[in-house]
């Protein structure tokens, strides 16, 4: 094989694996905008949290594994709380209310933040285990921690698919994202499922957040850089649809991977690009019902 | 506790007759009696820094060191009470002109202190121009401020992107290498700054073959460092700042391309990041006009000072907060607090020869600092002091009609 397309190859894989990031940042996110139609700015707010409550617990405990045992949880009723408490008496109200409520989570958490943690960067130690790096061509080597990143996000993908595709639950969140008044009308605890739905959203945000913490570094306003890319995923992928997502973040990470390498002068333009074409093609994205 | 600069004083004398003293009085102490008339009123500094989101830290530290200068002489500046305006500006650029107008039309500011981002910077040095208010910038960096866009009202306490760049150019030229990359995010900033690394490496018969940028403020580095282990340069150049530069050193350490080709950068590279960065960074190099391990009292002082009062290590955010500090204190000691006395409070500014904890430095005609620039290598969570790289370097100052 010759160098040029060995490095095409490694590209490729840097693509994917970036777009499997994605998508764990995204799958939240769909799930809460499809099923609950709640537009939830906070949503990388909830990734913050996951990699600052990774780098805490860390710390503390000396293992990120253990950190994410204690950390999920956390975040699964932090999620609950918000739910109960601030987004259930807007749920009747326009769509402007609850940008509202999440645009001002977002500066509670900010605040909370640099009050508990700080305003440094702080790195989080990537476990012993997985901290080697695989050799690749040309003195290039790809960390191990990269690949088991990808690896659980595509477990992660694959657990998603099963609990929609084949059980109970799923079947009820897909009806939900479908058509929230039949659902409610076959007599099924809509307040129950938004409940859960949200729970698992911040739960899912906040895990990538822990899972990145150890690639990414945790630093101050780490949340807002990965919302607009998330929404972008979200609307190219079809709103609601967690299969539309894992694609939409597979096709924005090799966009902007090899927007990168061909195109520099208007790699900040791809991904957008991307999403302009696809809406073109399919105004309510890849798998999006139509209203 | 004394009014320091030579400078000073002799102006001082000029201006207002002996009773003042020789210099060696604290104003503060003097000054509120006799210019008890038309004096009484605070003098009003706006404060325009990131006090939120990825610049956060660095925009406390230079607030902090900039009261604490203030503080040192007795909280007052040229014997007027100070009231501090602040102001977030968020580090970003669209809303940069709208928060500076803000500070002078609704807070009627006597000057304009900010900021940390190079893109925020432009918006506030237009306000500044337009409306012809006293500004000092306590780092950005981004050349055009004291280069076309010079005025007689701005002042820089921080440096040029043009100035660490270009000493590490000298640097990596005198090291026998031939072939770089550069790599930044793609701003004004970066573009400068790898730029004038490559001007000065290319002085030294060294080419830049590579230059990578990506869009601000992403960090997922992986499909350039592909990029860059594909051509396999003997050097790499990068600009990053905070979260960035973390992640960048840390990428670039796992990529595997460390160990076979150096990473260098402007200190901004490994500065306030190091315990982020861990074993990645140890080892690099980097240039700045500040360094850790400098043989100065001056910087002891500071150090220790700036310690006590906020509980935090001083860094070179801090150390060019406190030199904003002052520089105000400087100026406005000369025309005795009376900002009204603009050309004489420029002229004593221009002058000032600044007791920096980075050494002494003093301003050029364009009203950048004139100052060594430092080799350091990083060494646990210290950015220590190699060499001095270039002595006494001055922006070249194109385009301004000052200079």
Request: proline share 3%; with cysteine; charged share 15%.
């Amino acid at each position: 094989m010759s160098d040029a397309f060995i490095f095409f190859l490694i590209q490729l894989l840097n693509g994917v694996q970036y777009g499997l990031l994605l998508f764990l940042i995204a799958s939240g996110l769909t799930l809460v905008f499809g099923i609950m139609g709640i537009i939830n700015l906070a949503h990388g707010s909830f990734y913050m949290l996951g990699a600052y409550l990774a780098f805490w617990f860390a710390e503390a405990t000396g293992s990120l594994g253990l950190a994410i045992l204690i950390a999920v949880p956390i975040a699964i009723l932090l999620g609950l709380a918000l739910e109960v408490v601030v987004f259930r008496p807007l749920y009747g109200r326009d769509h402007l209310y609850q940008v509202l409520l999440t645009y001002g989570l977002i500066l509670v958490m900010e605040e909370t933040r640099s009050l508990i943690f700080g305003d440094d960067v702080h790195g989080v130690k990537v476990p012993s285990f997985l901290d080697f790096s695989v050799p690749l061509a040309g003195g290039l080597s790809y960390p191990t921690y990269r690949l088991a990143m990808s690896a659980i996000c595509l477990a992660l993908a694959g657990g998603m698919y099963f609990v929609i595709q084949r059980t109970r639950l799923g079947m009820i969140i897909r009806a939900g994202a479908a058509n929230r008044e039949m659902v409610q009308s076959l007599g099924i605890d809509v307040g129950l499922l938004f409940r859960v739905v949200f729970a698992v959203g911040v739960a899912l945000a906040a895990f990538a957040g822990m899972i990145a913490a150890p690639a990414a570094s945790v630093y101050p306003g780490m949340g807002n850089q990965v919302l607009i890319i998330s929404f972008v995923v979200v609307v190219i992928g079809g709103i609601g649809s967690v299969k539309g997502a894992f694609l939409a973040s597979l096709l924005v990470g090799l966009a902007d991977t090899f927007g990168q390498v061909l195109a520099p002068q208007i790699a900040g333009m791809t991904v957008y690009v991307l999403m302009a074409a696809v809406l073109l093609w399919r105004p309510t994205g890849l798998f999006g019902h139509g209203t | 506790m004394k009014i320091e600069t030579g400078i000073t004083t002799s102006r001082r004398r000029v201006l207002k007759g002996m009773a003042a003293g020789a210099g060696t009085i604290v104003a503060a102490s003097v000054v509120p009696t006799r210019f008890a008339i038309g004096q009484q009123a605070k003098l009003k500094l706006g404060l325009m820094l990131p006090y939120s989101g990825t610049y956060a830290a660095l925009g406390k530290n230079i607030d902090d060191a900039l009261r604490l200068a203030i503080n040192e002489k007795g909280g007052k500046l040229g014997g007027r009470e100070v009231d501090y305006v602040t102001l977030d500006d968020e580090s970003d650029p669209a809303k940069s002109a709208d928060n500076a107008n803000r500070l002078v039309t609704r807070d009627k500011v006597d000057f304009l202190i900010g900021t940390v981002s190079s893109g925020v910077q432009m918006g506030i040095d237009k306000v500044a121009t337009d409306n012809d208010v006293m500004l000092i910038i306590p780092n950005a960096g981004v050349s055009a401020a004291t280069r076309e866009l010079c005025a007689p009202n701005i002042f820089r306490t921080s440096f040029s992107n043009w100035q660490p760049a270009y000493a590490m150019g000298v640097v990596a030229a005198a090291q026998g290498k031939k072939r770089a990359a550069v790599i930044s995010w793609d701003y004004a900033a970066g573009k400068e700054s790898n730029d004038a690394f490559s001007e000065a490496f290319a002085k030294g018969s060294g080419k830049t073959e590579q230059q990578l940028y990506l869009p601000f403020p992403q960090v997922e580095f992986q499909p350039l460092l592909t990029q860059i282990a594909a051509a396999k340069p003997e050097l790499v150049y990068a600009f990053f700042a905070g979260g960035g530069a973390v992640k960048f050193v840390k990428d670039y350490a796992a990529a595997g391309l460390k160990a076979s080709i150096p990473l260098v950068g402007p200190g901004f590279l490994t500065d306030g990041t190091l315990e982020a960065q861990g074993d990645a960074a140890q080892g690099m190099e980097t240039t700045l006009h500040y360094a850790d391990g400098l043989d100065n009292a001056k910087d002891k002082a500071f150090r220790a000072a700036f310690k006590k009062a906020t509980t935090r290590d001083a860094d070179v955010y801090a150390v060019q907060g406190y030199d904003s500090g002052q520089l105000l204190l400087a100026g406005l000691a000369a025309v005795k607090g009376d900002v009204g006395a603009r050309k004489d409070l420029i002229a004593a500014m221009a002058k000032t020869e600044i007791d920096s904890p980075r050494g002494k430095f003093s301003l050029s005609k364009a009203h950048n600092p004139v100052q060594d620039i430092y080799l350091r290598r990083v060494q646990g969570l210290e950015n220590r002091f190699v060499s001095v790289a270039v002595k006494a370097l001055a922006d070249p100052a194109t385009g301004c009609k000052m200079a």
